[in-house]
């Protein structure tokens, strides 16, 4: 998901996985360490958006669920009133974006800043509970990444299937045309729901994280 933060997760040293031993040796492995304010900020950030997300997709499906299932005799409200959610739902997968990629800048300099003080610190044992704490936040936020990925893998054609079937039926409102496009929706629905379960993974990781705070 994130090419940038690669780089810099990819070029832990050994050093780090020597102080990560050393730490759970100095302060033990019940409690989960604190996230730094910054990436905690950050991460709260990815959170609010994901919830926001949540409530906009139900918010979508259902107003296309009322054209689909429950058509009126006039079916131009409730495909605009689909329209107008789906229009939401588009700002709102572009804010959580723009918050993921402020997010990755945040983490990008915490961690490069991490490498740099992990090279002036002289005293052992600063060092390895420095280098513990480095390795423990790359692990949840590692994590976190991986989750994002998942939602992005079901997220895509779930977006491009529900843009597809507004751009059909705006040309063709019509009995014919919902039936045409009730394969589209169908396929929507099942999506929405892997979706929903891929998002709600990322925000449980998100409030575990959050936690540690």
Known sequence: MIERGKKVFNN????????????????GCSTPASLPPKVSV???????????????I??????????????????????ESFSHELDILKEKVEQARQQRV?????????????????????NEESRALAAGRRAATEAT???IQQKIAELRKVGKPFMTDL????LYLKDDLSKEGLQTMT?????IYERKSQV??????????????????
């Open 12 to 27: 832990v040293k050994a050093s780090l996985a020597a102080g990560l031993v050393v730490t759970v040796l100095l302060a």
């Open 42 to 56: 950050g991460l709260n950030g990815l959170r609010t958006e994901g919830v926001s997300l949540r409530g906009q």
């Open 58 to 79: 139900e918010k979508t499906v259902g107003a296309l669920k009322d054209l689909m299932s429950k058509p009126q005799a006039d079916y131009s409200s409730q495909f």
């Open 102 to 122: 402020t997010t990755e800048t945040v983490v990008e300099e915490q961690f490069l800043t991490w490498d740099e003080n992990l090279k002036e610190l002289k």
């Open 141 to 143: 936020y590692s994590e």
């Open 163 to 166: 843009t597809d079937t507004r």
């Open 183 to 187: 394969p589209t929706v169908e396929r």
């Open 196 to 213: 929903i379960d891929r998002l709600d993974a990322v925000i449980e990781a998100l409030n575990n994280a959050m936690k540690r705070s």
